[in-house]
């Protein structure tokens, strides 16, 4: 909303060139991408120059419908990217492949493929996301928001803490871009057994895999 957009400069106020700022949105995303708040549709470029305010390295994790969009305009996917590099026998040749096929997108001012940008998205651009609503048992929650959490130590759907982080594939104690979009492929996955197959959402990344999103 234009509340949204107005707060992004307050939130981020004190930002310097070497600090790194997370940006989250879970709601509704109409087929262009655009989020859809409470008075007006932000589009991914109008996200973008808000954000390009910002100084210093920007992490951008989007659970909505379409939300590829952020990432990915045209007839190129950064899917082509992670699908081929999962085949591939270690971490490193992992991350040394998709840093390689990353150098090489084009990049453009009118999505977050970009410089200074870390990006987790919970679909393609042609897909919609999925989410979990059980009013009984209290459990409300987009499934590649409950992977983040998982991979990342906490349950959401029995609110409970996990006595280590799945995701940490390493065991260094630090979830990076490349182990956070494993671990929540691997529950939306997961998920997907539980609903009978009925979930074709697939996560979406765009940066450096070995860059560490948190740790403990």
């Known amino acids: 909303s234009s509340a949204m957009l107005s707060y992004i400069p307050i939130a981020f106020s004190g930002a310097q060139p070497a600090d790194v700022s997370l940006f989250y949105y879970s709601g509704h995303g109409d087929s262009s991408g655009a989020l859809i708040t409470t008075d007006k549709l932000v589009t991914v470029?109008?996200?973008?120059?808000?954000?390009?305010?910002?100084?210093?390295?920007?992490?951008?994790?989007?659970?909505?419908?379409?939300?590829?969009?952020?990432?990915?305009?045209?007839?190129?996917?950064?899917?082509?990217?992670?699908?081929?590099?999962?085949?591939?026998?270690?971490?490193?040749?992992?991350?040394?492949?998709?840093?390689?096929?990353?150098?090489?997108?084009?990049?453009?001012?009118?999505?977050?493929?970009?410089?200074?940008?870390?990006?987790?998205?919970?679909?393609?651009?042609?897909?919609?996301?999925?989410?979990?609503?059980?009013?009984?048992?209290?459990?409300?929650?987009?499934?590649?928001?409950?992977?983040?959490?998982?991979?990342?130590?906490?349950?959401?759907?029995?609110?409970?803490?996990?006595?280590?982080?799945?995701?940490?594939?390493?065991g260094n104690a630090a979830i990076t871009l490349g182990e956070a979009y494993a671990g929540a492929k691997e529950r939306v996955a997961y998920l997907n057994t539980l609903l009978y197959g009925k979930v074709t959402q697939e996560t979406q990344y765009y940066g450096d895999t070995s860059f560490v999103l948190w740790h403990k």
């Open 45 to 170: 470029y109008t996200l973008r120059n808000a954000l390009q305010k910002i100084p210093g390295t920007k992490i951008v994790i989007l659970d909505s419908c379409y939300s590829g969009s952020a990432i990915k305009n045209g007839a190129s996917t950064v899917s082509t990217y992670s699908e081929a590099a999962e085949s591939l026998p270690s971490p490193s040749a992992f991350n040394s492949a998709v840093i390689s096929s990353f150098s090489s997108l084009p990049r453009s001012s009118e999505n977050l493929a970009d410089q200074g940008y870390i990006v987790l998205t919970s679909c393609r651009y042609d897909q919609r996301s999925s989410s979990l609503n059980d009013a009984v048992n209290g459990i409300d929650f987009g499934i590649f928001t409950y992977g983040i959490c998982y991979g990342s130590g906490y349950d959401e759907w029995n609110q409970t803490f996990l006595d280590s982080m799945p995701a940490d594939a390493d």
